[in-house]
């Protein structure tokens, strides 16, 4: 069973600290990563993917450890909008459309 | 830009109903889906289709039908609907199958309860 496994949290964290959170999978022939935020109550939207060699997007930094199999999200500088669950997605060696799993997710809350 | 368009929002069905939950897309996608997600758990894969009139089942096909005969909608079926069917369906569009750069496009949700 191909597994992608998160810490559900919740992640309580002041605004204007780091915070960052793991996702390890387990089919080591993982081809694609994804992270998704969730609001509440509200429908997925891509974050951002990631790449081998890891990847930024403002306050955001995503790494892969194909090693370890895990994944990573960094937030720097947090806001409070950044408060929201994060969804860790990975794509399976050979599969198509029906090849992504969803993890479970990780809860943040940044607090004022 | 509509993007992923779901009715209805909300919905109550009484055990053994059927319904039908509506999705369609304008972003001229071929790949679309549908996801349902229980309370702290993740998306799971209910169907799928890879273009106008092709459509396989994912994960947790059972209890749902689909079809697709435009490449704009993709309408899932629920027949004598159960409790175990209570949740919130997604319905999501990419414009590859894995999603790709710009990733799934996903439909602002259908909330079910089976009462």
């Known amino acids: 069973r191909k597994e992608v496994e998160q810490d559900p949290g919740p992640f309580n964290v002041p605004e204007g600290a780091t915070v960052a959170f793991n996702c390890t999978y387990s089919n080591s022939a993982s081809q694609s990563f994804f992270w998704y935020r969730q609001d509440c109550r509200k429908e997925p939207k891509l974050l951002m993917s990631v790449y081998s060699s890891g990847n930024e997007d403002g306050r955001f930094t995503a790494q892969l450890n194909r090693a370890s199999q895990y994944i990573s999200l960094l937030i720097r500088d947090s806001k409070l909008s950044d408060s929201a669950t994060y969804l860790c997605?990975?794509?399976?060696?050979?599969?198509?459309?029906?090849?992504?799993?969803f993890g479970k997710g990780t809860h943040l809350i940044i607090q004022p | 830009n509509a993007g992923v368009t779901q009715t209805p929002k909300f919905r109550i069905l009484k055990i053994g109903q059927s319904m039908t939950l509506q999705c369609a897309q304008d972003?001229?996608?071929?790949?679309m889906y549908w996801y349902r997600q229980d309370p702290g758990m993740g998306l799971k894969l209910i169907y799928y289709s890879v273009g106008a009139g092709i459509t396989d089942k994912g994960e947790v096909p059972n209890g749902y039908n689909v079809s697709r005969s435009t490449t704009e909608d993709f309408p899932l079926r629920l027949e004598l609907a159960a409790p175990s069917q209570t949740s919130v369906y997604f319905c999501?569009?990419?414009?590859?199958?894995?999603?790709?750069?710009?990733?799934?496009?996903f439909g602002s949700g259908t909330r079910l309860t089976v009462v």
């Open positions: 997605v990975v794509l399976h060696s050979g599969g198509g459309a029906d090849g992504l799993t």
């Open positions: 972003m001229n996608h071929n790949y």
């Open positions: 999501a569009s990419s414009q590859t199958g894995t999603g790709g750069y710009y990733g799934y496009t």
